[in-house]
């Protein structure tokens, strides 16, 4: 580090009180020896304490200097892991964002799942009841095989519902359709058995008049008239209001 300047003034000063002692030398009259050297020794001592002083001053303005300067690496080192943790906590806010909308589809796709388990509601042939979704599914595609005309493979679809689901309320039905294609492919003591099963089991099911109805025009074709005669008789007892009463009473017209 390059020395303190001495300050001219002091220089000045220096000079001065040389100058002035040698005089005082010259002179005896107006000084004694002994004071004149305390007084050169009292302006060294002043002079030598301010160059002192300026040094000092200058030692402190290169520390100062240079804490300032380790201050500002400090800051621009502190704006950097500034920085850095910035662009940390950016990148964190995407992972969380991501995780989040990862959790939610699989919660979304957990919940399609279990719906497709879930029980649901059913009306059919004025009967409300609760069947699992495969249930469901099983039953209409057996109705959809009968309306394209396919009887007995409408038929096997029935008969493997019911020994499937033999609780559900789809039963009835299926039984009132197994009958149907059973009559359709000219099995018509099959198909009695499966209208009467479901007249036991249901006697007020939406089905039961014309599953009755059934079970008459069976019995004409296996040329039993004296049955269908009963069955069409009971029919109209049993269900009066019935469209399928009506249609009774016209084959009753007929068989006499």
Known sequence: MPAARFPSWAKAALVAALASAYAVGGHAALFEDEEARRAILELRQRVDGLTQGSMRTGDESSQLRRSLLDLQ???????????????????????????????????????ERLRQFEPVKVSLDGQEFRADPAEKRDFESALEVFRTGKFAEAGQAFAAFIKQYPRSGYVPSARFWLGNAQYATRDYKEAIGNFKALLAAAPTHARAPEAALSIGNCQVELKDTRAARKTFEDLVKAYPQSEAAGAAKERLARLK
């Open 73 to 111: 690496t400090q800051i621009e080192a502190l704006r950097t892991e500034q920085a850095k943790l910035r662009g940390q906590n950016e990148q964190l806010q995407r992972d969380i964002a991501e995780l989040q909308r990862r959790q939610k589809d699989m919660a979304q796709g957990v919940d």
